[in-house]
């Protein structure tokens, strides 16, 4: 009795102060015309990375400036709670413009605006995302290299920072990865969805994995501690401590800001960039750059910082904004995955339900697994489509040459599980779920979400007007290239298919979405158009990386901003072509190569 009495008042103390810990040491001085060799804007998982690193060498002074607020708390700690974020103050509060092949909520015209999740705060979508780590396939980043001319980024090239970012591998530092683990709970829906992919779709079940498979069924790795609360970028690089026993974020060369929001980049006669304007509360001003300013702003906001400054398309100059350096692809080839679904009732308690049972907070206290440790996203399948989609030997215009792309072998489409009733926009906006699912109004219900892991459609970022606070215009075109039409229709189908398997018989209810009365291909359409949404931290593509006959490519392989001196991107916005699926462990591996990088060109190593 003592022995229980005693381990459980231990866990408790481990989980509070895990949970209330230390937060990352942030600067309240005032930064005006301060100078540093490094800026970085932009504190989400690459800005941390590149802090951490480039602060390993004492001499070098390095600037970090977030936008956001701390990532204290528990909200910050659990995973599952990540899943209610869009409800928080911490997200930028974005929309894109009518989405014209998107229909309208209860009604029959197009034109559908979407909020896009995009989390503010240090640490950035890290923080607050799923915590699903995988690697994408190898061949993407074989893709990268020998079809989109990215020298260098080829997947023997990105390994070893792979496997730095997990701690491993020669490259690894005792300060600075993320700690990964399985996933500690999978629910009985979660194990029956495995057999069912297995079952409808003939693929093998593969267990854990790190890199998607071309073809199979398992569970992606997740970004978590040994006590199951999330490993965001904050903690995985700013708040461990080095072999010298000090933590990153104390590091005296290591300045970090937050509420400081960068709005343009000064760019000097000789068109190099050596400061950066910036508002931090009532105040502006402009801190210095005495060696590079590396923007990691992220997808949509990098793009709108640079075109601000007068870098990108020449239509910066509708806004009022002389055009100092032309790059017609800045806010250019935006890509993402488009995704559906189908909902179908369940004989189960939904995730939402479980996690509020005292047995979960009995089954956490105890460290067994427990609902708690959920992020609500218990398998994936990946699979191709077989949709034909024109000439297989099709050629990609890339500049001043026509690169042909070889014949695809990776998995085009994605099938998740989710163990709760997912708010398409058919039924209803996301904070109505939320608060639904708060006050256990939710149906019991599970998710199977249909995504386009190779869209073809192609959309953009604009700049408003001058001022940079204003948001952007976001076009993302979802569904604009017939083609992908043709993969979520066929999408919509295997995704029923595999809810209507055998092994879902003991626990599969009525078709909730799209309802037993959609059937022909015209009706899966019209349910496609009316339900399609963003799906969570797969934006990329805005400033992306290409050869130098790739007139659309923004920065080289050196992440350089082409005709720009002393200025890097490092960001998912770089990315030239989607991952499979989600992207956060490529932009850890960009930002572990790019800072290697910086660290050859200065000899910092």
Not at 554 to 571: A, E, M
């Amino acid at each position: 009795m003592l022995l229980g009495i005693a381990f459980l008042v231990w866990r408790y103390c481990r989980i509070y102060g895990a949970i209330c810990a230390d937060s990352c040491a942030v600067s309240n001085q005032d930064l005006e015309d301060k100078k540093y060799d490094f800026v970085i804007v932009g504190g989400g998982t690459a800005g941390c990375i590149l802090a951490s690193r480039l602060s390993e060498h004492r001499g070098t002074t390095v600037l970090l400036l977030e936008a956001g607020k701390k990532d204290d708390g528990a909200f910050f700690r659990f995973s599952i709670l990540g899943a209610t974020f869009m409800s928080t103050p911490h997200h930028w509060n974005l929309y894109t413009q009518p989405e014209q092949e998107l229909i309208q909520t209860d009604a029959k015209s197009r034109g559908r605006v979407l909020i896009q999740c995009r989390a503010k705060c240090l640490g950035g979508c890290s923080s607050l995302n799923l915590a699903i780590w995988h690697r994408g396939n190898t061949q993407d980043y074989d893709y990268w290299e020998s079809e989109l001319g990215c020298k260098g980024w080829g997947w023997k090239n990105l390994q070893p920072y792979f496997d730095k970012c997990e701690g491993k591998g020669y490259l690894k530092r005792a300060s600075g990865f993320f700690s990964t683990s399985t996933q500690m709970y999978v629910s009985k829906v979660g194990r029956l969805f495995e057999k069912a992919c297995a079952q409808a779709l003939k693929i093998p079940i593969v267990g854990d994995f790190l890199q998607a498979p071309m073809s199979g069924v398992g569970r992606p790795y997740n970004m978590v501690f040994e006590d199951g609360l999330r490993c965001n970028a904050v903690r995985a690089y700013l708040t461990r401590r080095g072999s010298d026993g000090v933590r990153v974020c104390d590091r005296p060369n290591l300045t970090i800001a937050t509420g400081v929001r960068v709005s343009k980049l000064v760019m000097e006669r000789n068109k190099e960039i050596k400061s950066v304007f910036f508002v931090r509360g009532v105040k502006s001003g402009t801190v210095h750059a005495s060696r590079e300013v590396l923007l990691c702003a992220g997808t949509i906001h990098s793009p709108l910082i640079l075109m601000n400054s007068g870098i990108g398309p020449k239509e910066v100059e509708d806004c009022f904004i002389r055009s100092r350096a032309e790059l017609p692809g800045v806010g250019r080839n935006l890509r993402d995955f488009v995704s559906s679904g189908v909902v179908y009732e369940c004989k189960l308690p939904s995730i939402d339900k479980c996690v509020k049972s005292p047995a979960s907070l009995a089954t956490y206290a105890l460290g067994l697994s427990s609902p708690l440790l959920s992020n609500t996203m218990e398998g994936f399948a990946f699979t191709k489509s077989n949709v034909y989609s024109g000439d297989e030997s099709k050629t990609e215009s890339t500049g001043s040459i026509k690169r042909r792309l070889i014949k695809d072998e990776r998995p085009d489409l994605m099938f998740s599980l989710q163990s709760a009733r997912f708010p398409f926009a058919c039924v209803g906006s996301y904070t109505d779920c939320i608060s639904d699912s708060q006050s256990g109004e939710l149906p019991n219900a599970m998710t199977i979400h249909a995504t386009l892991l190779r869209p073809q459609s192609k959309g953009s970022v604009r700049i408003r007007c001058a001022n940079a606070f204003n948001s952007p215009l976001i076009f993302h075109n979802y569904l604009s290239d017939s083609v992908d039409m043709k993969h979520m229709i066929a999408a919509i189908k295997r995704a029923r298919k595999i809810v209507q398997s055998s092994a879902f018989d003991d626990v599969r209810g009525k078709e909730v979405l799209p309802g037993p009365s959609v059937q022909t291909d015209e009706e899966i359409e019209d349910y496609i158009r009316k339900s399609s949404c963003h799906f969570f931290g797969t934006l990329v593509g805005t400033c992306k990386m290409g050869a130098a006959d790739d007139e659309n490519a923004v920065v080289d392989c050196q992440l350089r901003v082409r005709k720009v001196g002393r200025l890097r991107v490092v960001d998912a916005s770089v990315i030239p072509a989607p991952v499979s699926g989600f992207n956060h462990a490529t932009v850890a591996a960009i930002a572990e190569k790019a800072a290697d990088l910086i660290k050859e060109e200065y000899k910092l190593i």
